[in-house]
């Protein structure tokens, strides 16, 4: 072999090796607003958090109308998850029924766009009788269909104790117990989804009712789902009400290997792809 070609050969295998060790960072769009939440210090806490632990560039759009009828400018056009290799769903739009502003959004994800969804998001776009188990393909159901589960409520804050089942998600993740937490009902599991983590609440007995006990809720607050044609990657909890829970670092490493699982950066045992998970990452531990 020539010398020019040896060398060129040798600075190929270099660039090759550099990219492996130092890849692109996936763009993670965080779309975040609406009621009921601090999104102007969770948003931060989630782009902080992310960025510390995954190699990846977080872009904010946060509305700061704190109602439920919020709505984001990013959706208002076709393409709008061009060049984002993930959309971070963190909106809480309860009575935002424009149907083909909704199904702009859910296009990019039946195109194969993946999705992690995260608490208030599960109960956004949603109208009809959608307290009710939604039926496939009805014209309510495809929010549901997207995140892969049905939740339409929660109950009082208490502790939730979150026990997680084996995925590569899930991989060196302790189980743990929140701060007083909602926990969101599960009217129904799609069978497109798989459940990652059960929540329990223990619940004290009323106290206008000296003979009652003390009861106990439990619901599915973590899971995986696969979307539409392309069987998109969709990750979503249900946890994150409180600023404490969504800064603390297990709910951090939890939606990070999220996003690194729905981009395809997390192989079946677990590892990330090389180069994706720093050094704060918790991912393998």
Known sequence: MPLVTRLAFVLALATVAA?????KPLEVLLVAGGCCHDYATQTKLLEGGIEERIRANVTVDYNPDRSTKARFEVYEKDGWANGYDVILHDECSADVT????????????RAGKPAVNIHCAMHSYRWGEFRKPVEAGADNAGWYEMIG?????HGPQFPIAVDYSDHPITKGLADWTTINEELYNNIQVMPSAKPLAMGVQSLPAPKNKPD????EAKAVVAWVNEYGPNKTRIFSTSLGHNNDT???DRYLDLVSRGILWAAGKLADDGTPAAGY????????K
Do not use: C, F, N
């Open 19 to 23: 990219q492996a060790a130092d890849p």
């Open 149 to 153: 589960l049905q939740s339409t409520g």
């Open 98 to 109: 424009d149907g083909p502003y909704v199904k702009r959004i859910l296009d990019a994800h």
């Open 212 to 215: 009652a006990q003390p009861g």
């Open 246 to 248: 969504v800064g603390d």
């Open 277 to 284: 998970a720093l050094e704060a990452a918790a991912a393998g």
